[in-house]
């Protein structure tokens, strides 16, 4: 297993006490001794990583950093699967724009992480691949749908990854792993190459084992695309500028709704914590409304699987992927091919999206779900008038039991409600690991902040961590 951050990892490439191509020889050592006891990877490639550390740039930020990548983004001549048997033949053509970022900066893509099926779950386990564990507590789910790239950089298989963040697929597996993982604002980090689910909240981000180290990898992921017409025309900034800086006088929300007695107590208490620090810190803590927030599940349940249908109606056994063999007809080649290509989770999604997006009910639903997902962007623009950051649990309860948590699709849902009015509102939001007890599982804080903040953002979430430490 390998210990040390980004920055660790720098300094000892450009002193030349290790050399990229030995770096990567360490990672493939501990994927290959350690992967079967979490499952975090379900590909990589030793060669190609070698082949671009022979060529590393070290001048570069990012020069010489092998970098785990979820299954769901594109990597040039590599299986891209999305952990889904629909794509179990699937060789990606082309580099999404993010990998090609990461590449200029001088990072070696490295490893392909498991995950929920096209990115649909909260705890790993709707992978065609199998469940991925939790290195930071064994035995219970890594959370979802991030969970290879959560579980590699907590197993010290993986420096830092990158992940998709719909609902809470980065911020959610970092607080259950007991690392960092940052959703940036919507549009900040191109989609180009991220196979899409709900594209109105997708998003690419890091997760990393510290805030330096998120800083770092945004530097290198943002930039206006000119293939995703979505990807925000704003110069890049240095996201580390203001990390250490003081946090004296900043005003932080703390929504009422978030205070539910439906939390379990340990996260209670971790938000306690995270309060107390704060304040120390010299932040005012600040009680604000977020009147919406019991509508955001059902709101972006409805959005989501709308849109996944849609999106994934291009899976028709004709151009990508699985196909179904000895079919009668057109009509079967489809059916049976999607059937059998796609997991029972991807295929409630499909027809949930195609209920709610049908004649007869699409005022009652889609339309309604988009009349909330307004209400909750207004509820932030108001709250965000008051205060300049909201604070708030990733999720209700630590991490669950991996195997019968008992529970119920419909709860699962229900456990995003923290992290999904973030992707409805499009704000940039970040987990930060709260320490516990000996023996209690890994529980993150998280903190919100204003379209386009995330200097600022980070700088809040490292005076938490500096705090916490
Ligand atoms: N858990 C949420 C879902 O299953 C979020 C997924 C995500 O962010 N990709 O839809």
Redesign the pocket.
């Known amino acids: 297993m390998l210990k040390g951050t980004i920055t660790h990892w720098r300094k000892q490439l450009t002193a030349g006490t290790i050399t990229p191509k030995e770096l990567v020889q360490e990672l493939a050592t501990a994927m290959e001794q350690h992967n079967s006891g979490t499952n975090a990877f379900i590909s990589w490639d030793v060669d190609k990583a070698l082949q671009a550390a022979e060529t590393a740039d070290l001048s570069k930020p990012l020069g010489g950093i092998p970098i785990a990548i979820k299954d769901n983004i594109c990597l040039k001549g590599e299986p891209t699967r999305c952990a889904s048997r629909m794509l179990h033949n699937f060789v990606a053509p082309y580099d999404a724009t993010a990998v090609n970022k990461l590449r200029n900066a001088g990072a070696i893509p490295f490893g392909r992480t498991n995950m929920?099926e096209f990115?649909?779950?909260?705890a790993g386990k709707n992978s065609a691949y199998g469940a991925t564990d939790n290195p930071a507590a064994p035995g219970h789910a890594p959370g979802?749908?991030?969970s290879g790239s959560a579980a590699a950089v907590a197993a010290g298989m993986a420096i830092a990854a990158l992940g998709?963040?719909?609902?809470?697929?980065?911020r959610?597996p970092a607080s259950h792993c007991g690392i960092v993982g940052l959703k940036p604002t919507y549009g900040r980090v191109s989609r180009y190459g991220l196979v899409a689910?709900?594209s109105s909240?997708?998003q690419i981000g890091p997760l990393t084992q510290n805030v330096e180290d998120a800083a770092l990898l945004l530097n290198s992921l943002c930039g206006h695309d000119e293939h995703d017409s979505t990807s925000s025309t704003l110069a890049t900034e240095d996201f580390s500028a203001e990390l250490g800086h003081s946090i004296k006088g900043v005003r932080i929300g703390l929504p009422k709704e978030y205070l539910s007695s439906g939390n379990d107590a340990a996260v209670t208490n971790a938000l306690q914590q995270a309060i107390t620090k704060l304040t120390e810190a010299g932040a005012e803590i600040v009680e604000i409304s977020l009147p919406h927030a019991e509508a955001v599940v059902a709101a972006?349940?409805i959005i989501?699987c709308a849109e996944a249908s849609s999106n994934l109606s291009r899976f028709d056994g004709i151009r990508y992927g699985y196909r179904a063999e000895n079919t009668n007809g057109l009509d079967e080649l489809y059916s049976r091919s999607r059937a059998e290509g796609f997991g029972s989770?991807v295929k409630r999604?499909i027809i949930l999206g195609t209920y709610v997006l049908s004649s007869g009910f699409y005022d009652a639903y889609y339309a309604k779900a988009q009349k909330v997902r307004a209400l909750v962007a207004q509820d932030f623009a108001e709250a965000f008038r008051k205060v300049d950051f909201i604070l708030g649990p990733v999720a209700p309860t630590a991490a669950p039991q991996l195997h019968n948590s008992g529970m119920s699709p419909l709860q699962?849902?229900l456990?995003?409600i923290y992290?999904?009015p973030a992707?409805l509102a499009g704000l940039p939001g970040i987990s930060v690991p709260c320490p516990q007890p000996q023996g209690g599982l890994p529980i993150g804080i998280q903190l919100l902040g204003r379209h386009y903040a995330e200097t600022a953002l980070l700088r809040v979430a490292s005076a938490l961590e500096q705090a916490f430490a």
Do not use: H
């Open positions: 929920d990115a649909m779950g909260s979802g749908s991030s998709s963040d719909t609902g809470g697929s980065i959610q689910f709900a909240l997708d972006y349940y989501a989770e999604r699962v849902y456990s995003d992290t999904i992707n």
